[in-house]
């Protein structure tokens, strides 16, 4: 549990609460200064005048929010005010941004009237690109939003009805499905007739609940014809519980209850007994989303009914509703089409989404976040966690593709593959550049094959990728990606049926998978012979170089050496030298090169910086140090980068006299005489490579007029630090590593990896693997 104290320290501390604003541009210079403000800003400002719809393309109004509250109904708190609500509405901008990227200034209204905050909003229209409403009580919530559909051109959203819905929603569909009950045949009860459960009521019919089967409670029992405060002419008369009114001989909750399939609660804590959980149909459904404690805790529910599929708004619980389902991405995707509203074919399609996401397997990096081996659908997962990052594409393209469809977008997606990128980039660097890798591996490049024959090319089959640690679960996770994206043809080592009786588990779908058991592949005396004969006057006999082929280490290699595999991906389970050494033996290295070497991509907001060696060459020599250099600048390349090389040192082209600076100066040279089309320097201290201002003022000289994004490290030991401080302090992703300098893809894993960073290395493989086949056929 989180402490008062724990509390308000991290609101208070450093720079007071939670958001900030930073400039999207550069503002360093004088003319950056006269760019964004005058006289540069008049041009943007005629445009907008003559062309109103350009103030999307010149501003950020396409990606601006506002959070608005008059500080009625906080959280649980009650009506605190519009200075106590600021920090809640802090919070949702938070969320806004780390979720869906959208930029969010919250506006706290000394608004006490329904009115005041309509009037405000209107004002306030040409500033944003949609409104979320927030924490305002009931009725005058949905008078406010009402009113505001009516008379804005931007899309309005009340959270605290609509994200509850939604996302109890998608639970409530998945739910029904997994006990085999028909929505329009379930008997729904609703207790608290606020304005999340009135919405929650409104949105559950939509999805199909018949009318005649859901009873709506409030604090006085439920809504029931007859009932006297609910006659049209009572002085407290709400015309949105009216709409709930039914025929009914249940009068109180505990009534309503008895045989009922599904209990909504957004309540107070509390208010359902077990007895009222025995008295319910089988297996029932039961919602209890008042926070912080639920109507009935989980513990109780279960004791009562061991049957029972529960959800709550607590996140120590299975099934937690949350509205950062929701509305990030619901919102992402109504700004990214103009969308002049959320209407309900845009929330049916994002609580559809959200259902469908929940069947799919869950990725590791979502299971490590919240401490679990494995998630799979059932009755404990119902909907997808907050944290998993598919819930941004999901869900969001969802909504997208509803708005065009009905009518609600003024600027349709186009290309719906180009967008999942454009989204993709929203998740960080590293995302952008894989999927840019992965479309690459895709592809298969047949147009430029064939331009290089005259005769018809024979067909290509997919990449063969090898997969030595085949029966590790993550190998198996990542070997379904890569089917699913099209990056190639997995082939996994090992026993068949061990690696089947853990994909079933998984519920992997090996039939698109290859497997393979060297203890009885029928190429193994062959390739045994071939190791003996490559490694005789090394000390291996005939009978070693058999038991090495029992090694799936040892034959995966072997299989790619022979063309029988195009790539090998291993590592998983091993230390790194332990996986490196069989390659070392087998596979020759690339023409001109002597030495094998590592290289980590790392991903910064605004630039990529790739650093080698990082894993392989402890003390290297001039040689080595020009041969690391070449290796890296063609992998750049390979990431349609080009290349600015510097080689560190703790000199300054010259400025300490020392073995090391001389090493470090003698393969600068190397790289010249061999190369001389690429830009590369030094010897030269970190700072100075990467700082232009360094570069022009004390060293304008040097070959680098900008600063490196190839880094050539001295030793393993200053390469292998500095990627890794780079990593947890510098806040960078990391890619890798990449194993360079062999003639043919064989990458080695960092121990434990994830399975987006096998696939990540599995794409760099094939890549690479096409390359290799393009430039035979070209030969």
């Given at each position: ?24 541009k ?58 106590a ?19 969010v ?39 406010i ?33 997994l ?53 049209p ?33 957004l ?39 061991p ?66 081996e ?24 969802a ?17 719906f ?20 890798v ?13 331009s ?5 090319p ?28 099209g ?65 799936r ?31 070392l033996?087998i596979?020759p ?13 790392l ?13 392989v ?64 320097d ?46 947890e ?29 096998i ?21």
């Amino acid at each position: 549990m989180i402490s008062r104290d724990e509390a308000l320290e991290y609101h208070r501390r450093g720079r007071p609460g939670k958001l900030e604003v930073t400039p999207s541009k550069p503002c360093l210079t004088q003319r950056d200064l006269a760019l964004a403000y005058s006289p540069g800003v008049a041009e943007p400002c005629r445009e907008i005048y003559q062309t109103p719809d350009d103030v999307y393309l010149y501003t950020g109004k396409s990606n601006l929010v506002a959070v608005v509250t008059n500080g009625s109904a906080v959280l649980g708190l009650g009506p605190l005010g519009p200075l106590a609500s600021k920090p809640v509405m802090e919070g949702k901008g938070v969320l806004f941004k780390r979720f869906a990227d959208i930029d969010v200034f919250d506006l706290e209204l000394n608004a006490p009237t329904a009115d005041g905050v309509i009037q405000a909003c209107r004002l306030l229209e040409p500033t944003f690109g949609g409104i979320n409403l927030e924490d305002i009580a009931a009725p005058d919530c949905f008078y406010i939003e009402e009113q505001l559909k009516e008379t804005l051109a931007i899309p309005v959203f009340h959270d605290d009805q609509h994200g509850t819905a939604i996302i109890s929603g998608a639970a409530l569909l998945n739910a029904c499905e997994l006990v085999g009950k028909e929505l329009d045949e379930i008997k729904l009860v609703i207790n608290g007739a606020g304005a999340a459960g009135i919405a929650c009521a409104k949105f559950y019919l939509t999805l199909g609940v018949n009318p005649k089967n859901l009873l709506l409670c409030d604090s006085k029992g439920v809504l029931y014809e007859g009932r006297q405060d609910l006659a049209p002419d009572h002085p407290r008369y709400n015309p949105y519980k009216a709409q709930f009114i039914r025929p009914s001989q249940a009068h109180t909750l505990e009534e309503a209850l008895v045989g009922a399939d599904v209990f909504c609660g957004l309540s107070i804590p509390n208010v359902v007994t077990p007895e009222m959980v025995r008295s319910m149909g089988n297996n029932p459904i039961i919602f209890a989303m008042a926070n912080p404690d639920p109507e009935i805790t989980y513990p109780d529910a279960l004791a009562a009914r061991p049957d029972v599929i529960m959800a709550t708004g607590r996140s120590d619980y299975p099934n937690q509703v949350n509205n950062v389902l929701g509305f990030p991405f619901i919102f992402r995707g109504a700004l990214d089409v103009r969308a002049h509203t959320i209407n309900e074919a845009m929330k049916i399609a994002a609580a559809q989404a959200l259902a469908a996401l929940a069947k799919e397997g869950v990725p590791e990096t979502v299971c490590r976040a919240y401490g679990m081996e494995k998630i799979e659908f059932g009755r404990e997962y119902l909907i997808p966690k907050p944290f998993d990052p598919r819930v941004l594409l999901q869900v969001t393209i969802a909504v997208a593709k509803a708005a065009a469809e009905s009518g609600a977008a003024r600027a349709p997606i186009q290309d719906f593959e180009v967008y999942r990128e454009q989204l993709e980039r929203r998740l960080g660097r590293s995302k952008e550049v894989m999927r840019q890798v992965i479309n690459k591996a895709k592809r298969r490049s047949q147009l430029a094959i064939q331009s290089l024959e005259t005769e018809k090319p024979a067909s290509l089959g997919p990449i063969r990728i090898a997969f030595p640690e085949g029966d590790d679960e993550r190998i198996i996770r990542a070997a379904s990606r890569i089917v699913e994206e099209g990056i190639g043809e997995p082939v996994l080592f090992g026993n068949f049926h061990e690696i089947q009786v853990k994909a079933k588990q998984l519920r992997v779908n090996l039939q698109q998978i290859e497997l393979l058991d060297p203890q009885t592949h029928p190429l193994r005396e062959d390739l045994a012979r071939q190791f003996f004969a490559m490694r005789a006057r090394r000390g291996v006999t005939l009978a070693e170089a058999r038991r090495h082929m029992l090694r799936r280490h040892y034959y995966a290699p072997m299989l790619l050496l022979r063309g029988e595999m195009d790539a090998v991906v291993c590592g998983e389970t091993y230390h790194y030298p332990d996986s490196i050494r069989p390659a070392l033996q087998i596979l020759p290295l690339d023409k001109g090169i002597r030495h094998a070497s590592g290289l980590y991509m790392l991903l910064f907001k605004n630039q990529i910086i790739f650093c080698a060696d990082t894993t392989v060459n402890i003390t290297p020599d001039a040689e080595t140090l020009a041969e690391i250099a070449l290796s890296a600048a063609d992998t750049a390349r390979r990431f349609d980068i080009e290349p600015r090389i510097a080689l560190l040192s703790f000199s300054n082209f010259g400025s300490v006299k020392h073995a090391l600076v001389d090493l470090v100066q003698e393969a600068v040279e190397m790289v010249h005489r061999r190369r001389p089309d690429l830009v590369i320097d030094g010897e030269m201290q970190a700072d100075t490579a990467t700082n232009e201002a360094i570069l022009h003022s004390t060293y304008p000289f040097s070959r680098l007029k900008e600063g490196a994004n190839v880094l050539i490290f001295p030793d393993l030991t200053s390469g292998n630090i500095a990627y890794k401080l780079l990593v947890e302090l510098g806040g960078a992703e990391a890619i890798g590593p990449i194993l360079m300098g062999l003639s043919k893809p064989y990458h080695v894993l960092q121990r434990d990896a994830s399975v987006d960073a096998i696939v990540n290395i599995a794409a760099i493989a094939a890549v690479q693997a096409q390359e290799i086949e393009l430039q035979a056929r070209s030969a």
